[in-house]
């Protein structure tokens, strides 16, 4: 058990690393924007930015909101699929 929260904890770092929550996503070179596309948490910052700090109306972030809905889904599927009763 001790081992998956370290991995929960490291996967969570580089996620928040990489969401362009402290730098730029623009800045980071091509295979980590590549890889970035598949971070949910950057989907969210950049989403909180367009509303903070432009004013941005639903229609301008739709995109980006339903791509968060579709990962959401596809990871529930995913633990639904997985789980098994242990008792």
Same mark, same amino acid.
């Given at each position: 058990?001790?081992?998956? *929260? %370290?991995? !929960?904890? %490291? &996967? *969570?770092? +580089? &996620? +928040?690393?990489?969401?362009? =929550?402290? /730098?730029? $996503?623009?800045?980071?070179?091509?295979? #980590?924007?590549? $890889?970035?596309? #598949?971070?949910?948490?950057?989907?969210? +910052?950049?989403?909180?930015? *367009?509303?903070?700090?432009?004013? !941005?109306?639903? !229609?301008?972030?739709?995109?980006?909101?339903?791509? =968060?809905? &579709?990962? #959401?889904?596809? /990871?529930?599927?995913?633990? $639904? &699929?997985?789980?098994?009763? /242990?008792?």
């Amino acid at each position: 058990m001790r081992h998956a *929260m %370290f991995i !929960s904890w %490291f &996967f *969570m770092m +580089i &996620f +928040i690393l990489m969401s362009g =929550l402290f /730098t730029p $996503v623009e800045s980071m070179p091509d295979w #980590a924007q590549w $890889v970035n596309k #598949a971070n949910p948490l950057a989907y969210f +910052i950049k989403i909180n930015r *367009m509303i903070m700090l432009k004013g !941005s109306g639903f !229609s301008d972030f739709s995109g980006l909101f339903f791509g =968060l809905v &579709f990962y #959401a889904m596809l /990871t529930l599927s995913l633990a $639904v &699929f997985r789980y098994r009763k /242990t008792s």
